[in-house]
Every structure is written in C-alpha cells, then in structure tokens.
C-alpha cells in the first residue's frame, strides 16, 4: 500500500520559516518525481514546487520562488519543503504528490500550515 | 503561463444523473489533461489521465474525452459517493502545472 505522510505544518508568525516533510512507502521513492501542492482555505488547488527522482531537477511556482526550497533524502525515503519569508497568503494545506507519468497519481493527507499574528 | 478554466463552478445533480463537466486550456495541451476528485477533507484522487485514460479502481462511470484545447469529464450515472469537487490539470507544461478552479457538484 502506497503511503505519504506529511508533518511539520503548525502556525507561525509572517516572516518566520517552516520545513514541511514527506515520508513515502509502498512506492521506490528514489525513481519517483515528487511535488508540493497546496490548497489555500475555500479555495483550489495550486501546484507549489516539483523536484526529480534524483534531485538534479526543480522547478517553483513563481508565488514561491526565492522563498521556498524543495529537497529530497532519497536514503530516508523522504522529501522536504523549507518555506521561509511566510506571508499570510501561504496559509493552506500542503499535500506532497508523487509525479505518475504526466499527472499526480499519488497523495498524502495534507499538512495544515497557518501564517498569522 | 496555461490557464485552465473548468465550467460550471458549481452543478446540482440527481442520483442517476448523467453529468459533464467541462475544461478549457488557453493553449492547446494536446492530451496532457488530467481529472481529480476531491471530497472535503481529503487529498484529491486522479480520475482520468492523458484526457481519457481511467487511473486503475476508478469505476467506469467516470470517462473522459477532447485534445487540444477542450476536455470532458462525463459521470454517466451518479452515485451518491461522486458529489464531491472535481479539478482539471495540465501536465503539458513542466512549470508551472496548473489546475482549473473546480467544478462543485452538489446533490439536487
């Protein structure tokens, strides 16, 4: 059975960091795309940020970018999000999504993360 | 960037309904069109790929149909369990992937 547990969401202050992880079973982590994706409260969702099997390969939504960095521990079957600068824009539920061929086949229950004073 | 744009926002259905959800890219994708399913609460779940393909366990009810610049979703015969949101995606370009708004549907 497929299973990709986020943690690390809480609330901050605006301008302070987070780092959000992923843990994956059931998959071969290490030939497997990962994504971030996230949805703000009410709202869509919104693809965040996407790193290749072997790490070589990352692309940011532009709302992100300068500000959050995706990695990886292919060791530890593990990918992160460190999300630093936070803005009350990026309160939302952070769920990580497996890269199938050309869509997301995979994904984990979400992390809420809520940037507030 | 490819923007997505999914009608209607919201829809009332009737179990046993036949529904079709429509999405609309503002460049030809050619097939790189993806349906999801997302219930409250829950992560989305892919439905459909490459515009027509059904992700294995989806039931049959669930199809999908166009290329180019327009897609379908159809639920031949709702159920109770398919009220629920649906997105549409595009993986045709690399950065950013963009999803349509939603479409609610909603018991009649």
């Known amino acids: 059975e497929v299973q990709l547990v986020e943690s690390g969401g809480d609330l901050v202050q605006p301008g302070g960091s987070l780092r959000l992880s992923c843990a994956a079973s059931g998959i071969t982590f290490s030939s497997s795309g990962m994504n971030w994706v996230r949805q703000a409260p009410g709202q869509g969702l919104e693809w965040v940020s996407f790193?290749?099997?072997?790490?070589?390969?990352?692309y940011n939504a532009d709302s992100v970018k300068g500000r959050f960095t995706i990695s990886r521990d292919n060791a530890k079957k593990s990918l992160y999000l460190q999300m630093d600068s936070l803005r009350v824009e990026d309160t939302a539920v952070y769920y990580c999504?497996?890269?199938?061929?050309?869509?997301?086949?995979?994904w984990g229950q979400g992390t809420l993360v809520t940037v507030s004073s | 960037d490819i923007q997505m744009t999914q009608s209607p926002s919201s829809l009332s259905a009737s179990v046993g309904d036949r529904v079709t959800i429509t999405c609309r890219a503002s460049q030809s994708i050619s097939s790189y069109l993806n349906w999801y399913q997302q219930k409250p609460g829950k992560a989305p779940n892919l439905l459909i790929y490459a515009a027509s393909s059904l992700q294995s366990g989806v039931p049959s009810r669930f199809s999908g149909t166009g290329s180019g610049t327009d897609f379908t979703l159809t639920i031949s015969s709702l159920q109770p369990e398919d009220f629920a949101t649906y997105y549409c995606?595009?993986?045709?370009?690399?950065?950013?992937?963009?999803f349509g708004q939603g479409t609610r549907l909603e018991i009649k």
């Open positions: 790193i290749s099997a072997s790490g070589r390969t990352i």
């Open positions: 995606q595009q993986s045709y370009s690399s950065a950013p992937i963009t």
């Open positions: 999504a497996r890269q199938g061929e050309n869509n997301f086949d995979y």
